[in-house]
Antibody, heavy 118, light 107 residues
Framework: QVQLQESGPGPVKPSQTLSLTCTVSGASISSGGYSWSWVRQHPGKGLEWIGY???????YYNPSLKSRVTMSVDTSKNQFSLRLSFVTAADTAVYFCARVHNDCLDHWGRGTLVTVSS | DIQMTQSPSSLSASVGDRVTVTCRASQSIADYLHWYQQKPGKAPNLLIY???SLQSGVPSRFSGSGFGTDFTLSISSLQPEDVATYFC?????????FGGGTKVEIK
């Protein structure tokens, strides 16, 4: 079955760049028909869509984060990635990767907590 | 951005009760409305897509309805394993947006 797994280097200091990778198994990013998304959830709060990327590299970002977000895809490794620059404590959250089909998120990773702290 | 408003923010019901959660969009979104269940410490799980279609593997006690701006998620007979937070999400336009969530507990 389709599985997604987030990975990243751990805590991030303020003003630095948060980098996460999502590894997909059970489905091929290069086959098309889906987009690949990042969503975050602040502790005890709701869900915030960050953006998504297609296998072609086409991206759509949430305007609220657009100036700081970059997504990329590596079809050879069946991975896609998120970079969020100039982070602050307000970026502390659980970050999920997910597969998007017809604008609903049908498979999710387990999520990874990213803490921004000096 | 399309704002999604859920009500109530939390509810408590007995096992076997029928439970209804409401989601309202700030503008018409046709049937581009999806529902997720999130248990503590877990990722959200897709329950209902396109307002009323049950995702594969989801128990039939879950159902969804609505079109335009007003939508409902119903659980016909609440079970202990349904304790979770439920979110709606619109897929009509970008940015994709979620409701604030409804926490369902057992009385």
């Amino acid at each position: 079955q389709v599985q997604l797994q987030e990975s990243g280097p751990g805590p991030v200091k303020p003003s630095q760049t948060l980098s996460l990778t999502c590894t997909v198994s059970g489905a091929s990013i290069s086959s098309g028909g889906y987009s690949w998304s990042w969503v975050r959830q602040h502790p005890g709060k709701g869900l915030e869509w960050i953006g998504y990327i297609y296998n072609t590299g086409t991206t759509y970002y949430n305007p609220s984060l657009k100036s700081r977000v970059t997504m990329s895809v590596d079809t050879s490794k069946n991975q896609f990635s998120l970079r969020l620059s100039f982070v602050t404590a307000a970026d502390t959250a659980v970050y999920f990767c997910a597969r998007v089909h017809n604008d609903c998120l049908d498979h999710w990773g387990r999520g990874t907590l990213v803490t921004v702290s000096s | 951005d399309i704002q999604m408003t859920q009500s109530p923010s939390s509810l408590s019901a007995s096992v076997g009760d029928r439970v209804t959660v409401t989601c309202r969009a700030s503008q018409s979104i046709a049937d581009y409305l999806h529902w997720y269940q999130q248990k503590p410490g877990k990722a959200p799980n897709l329950l209902i897509y396109s307002a009323s279609s049950l995702q594969s593997g989801v128990p039939s006690r879950f159902s969804g309805s609505g079109f335009g701006t007003d939508f409902t998620l119903s659980i016909s007979s609440l079970q202990p394993e349904d304790v979770a937070t439920y979110f709606c999400q619109q897929g009509y336009s970008r940015p994709l947006t979620f409701g604030g969530g409804t926490k369902v507990e057992i009385k």
